[in-house]
T-cell receptor, first 109, second 112 residues
Framework: AQRVTQPEKLLSVFKGAPVELKCNYS??????LFWYVQYSRQRLQLLLR??SRESIKGFTADLNKGETSFHLKKPFAQEEDSAMYYC???????????FGKGTKLSVIP | KAGVTQTPRYLIKTRGQQVTLSCSPI?????VSWYQQTPGQGLQFLFE???????NKGNFPGRFSGRQFSNSRSEMNVSTLELGDSALYLC???????????FGPGTRLTVT
């Protein structure tokens, strides 16, 4: 069975501090991994996809197959980063997303 | 492009009733997925449709069903509503071959 675990429900950091949102997964095979974000009163939207290896809004995420992790990182948090972050996976060729429970990031001014 | 739209946005139903929710995907997107979001269980996959065929189904009882029309619009139906069906139901659409899913605003269903 596939599973995504986000151990922190809430993460509070000061503006300018580094941010790391943790995500661990369980999947037999090679999954597609994603980070989705939901800002206040907005829709859920894709932030990052592991295969694209991009940096979006200063965020990066590295897939560690040995540790089955896909942590989201940003070196300097901004107030506008405050949001709900969801890690998700899908099997290769599948559109079925399995989500973690989410981490609420609060950036303190 | 217009985003994914869902109607209605809010719904209040009584136990035992049935409900139909509608989703219009982004133009050109033929894959439509449905998710249930609750505080306790989080986001859970219900089913995915492509070209009017259900391709994947999540672990939900048969009371939850869906369909997709030739214009890619999709509906989901929940029969014999239970209190535990109270949730935010999200629809997402994708362009075939692209795994980014675009989410709608959701339909908030309250069962009393």
């Amino acid at each position: 069975a596939q599973r995504v675990t986000q151990p922190e429900k809430l993460l509070s950091v000061f503006k300018g501090a580094p941010v790391e949102l943790k995500c661990n997964y369980s999947y037999s095979g090679s999954p597609e991994l994603f980070w989705y974000v939901q800002y206040s009163r907005q829709r859920l939207q894709l932030l990052l996809r592991h295969i694209s290896r991009e940096s979006i809004k200063g965020f990066t995420a590295d897939l560690n197959k040995g540790e089955t992790s896909f942590h989201l990182k940003k070196p300097f948090a901004q107030e506008e980063d405050s949001a709900m972050y969801y890690c998700a996976l899908s099997g290769a060729g599948s559109y079925q997303l399995t989500f973690g429970k989410g981490t609420k990031l609060s950036v303190i001014p | 492009k217009a985003g994914v739209t869902q109607t209605p946005r809010y719904l209040i139903k009584t136990r035992g009733q049935q409900v139909t929710l509608s989703c219009s995907p982004i133009s050109g997107h033929r894959s439509v997925s449905w998710y249930q979001q609750t505080p306790g269980q989080g986001l859970q996959f219900l089913f995915e449709y492509f070209s009017e065929t259900q391709r994947n189904k999540g672990n939900f009882p048969g009371r939850f069903s869906g369909r997709q029309f030739s214009n890619s619009r999709s509906e989901m139906n929940v029969s014999t509503l239970e209190l535990g069906d109270s949730a935010l139901y999200l629809c997402a659409s994708s362009f075939e071959g692209k795994y980014e899913q675009y989410f709608g605003p959701g339909t908030r269903l309250t069962v009393t």
